[in-house]
């Protein structure tokens, strides 16, 4: 008897998600120590002390905070991220944010007030993380020369 309509009410609920994105939350006051991965969205308002590995895009709130590198497709950070960011498509740096590590991605967008203290690299060779093997020989430093007067 109550089977029966248990059944059908998940039957439903099955039905009526297919739509609905999939958004995992670290809430404001939580703390995750390890490395966090993730098939869908990801939105970070507390504290992950470790890696993030997003396949889709990760939102990190004003009050989140990461110690340790963040690898996702697309970024929203207006908190802090303590490590190397790696976006293969588009990365926003809201206002309030803070990053203290290297940034590789595609496409970047920063808001004034938005502080970076490491190096940037922009472009499809960024996103595909290829960066370092082929900026390096473009950047090699030619010979000095001798002049003679």
Same mark, same amino acid.
């Given at each position: !008897?109550? %089977?029966?309509?248990?059944?059908?009410?998940?039957?439903? !609920?099955?039905?009526?998600?297919?739509?609905?994105?999939? *958004?995992?939350?670290?809430? #404001?006051?939580?703390?995750?120590?390890?490395?966090?991965? @993730?098939? @869908?969205?990801?939105? *970070?308002? &507390?504290?992950?002390? =470790?890696?993030?590995? +997003?396949?889709?895009?990760?939102?990190?709130?004003? #009050? =989140?905070?990461?110690?340790?590198?963040?690898? /996702?497709?697309?970024?929203?950070?207006?908190?802090?991220?303590?490590?190397?960011?790696?976006?293969?498509?588009?990365?926003?740096?809201?206002? @309030?944010?803070?990053? /203290?590590?290297? *940034?590789?991605?595609?496409?970047? !967008?920063?808001?004034? %007030? +938005?502080? *970076?203290? &490491? @190096?940037?690299? !922009?472009?499809?060779?960024? +996103?595909? &993380?290829?960066?370092?093997?082929?900026? /390096?020989?473009?950047?090699?430093?030619?010979?000095?020369?001798?002049?003679?007067?």
């Amino acid at each position: !008897m109550f %089977g029966k309509n248990n059944n059908q009410q998940k039957t439903a !609920m099955k039905n009526d998600m297919p739509g609905q994105p999939n *958004i995992n939350i670290i809430s #404001s006051g939580s703390v995750l120590t390890g490395t966090l991965n @993730s098939k @869908s969205d990801l939105r *970070i308002s &507390g504290t992950i002390d =470790g890696e993030v590995k +997003a396949e889709s895009k990760c939102i990190v709130s004003e #009050s =989140g905070l990461v110690k340790g590198d963040l690898v /996702t497709k697309e970024a929203d950070i207006a908190g802090t991220v303590q490590g190397e960011l790696k976006v293969s498509n588009r990365l926003i740096l809201r206002a @309030s944010a803070r990053i /203290t590590g290297d *940034i590789q991605t595609k496409v970047l !967008m920063v808001e004034e %007030g +938005a502080q *970076i203290d &490491g @190096s940037c690299k !922009m472009g499809e060779i960024a +996103a595909t &993380g290829n960066a370092k093997q082929n900026t /390096t020989s473009s950047w090699k430093k030619e010979p000095e020369k001798k002049v003679s007067a």
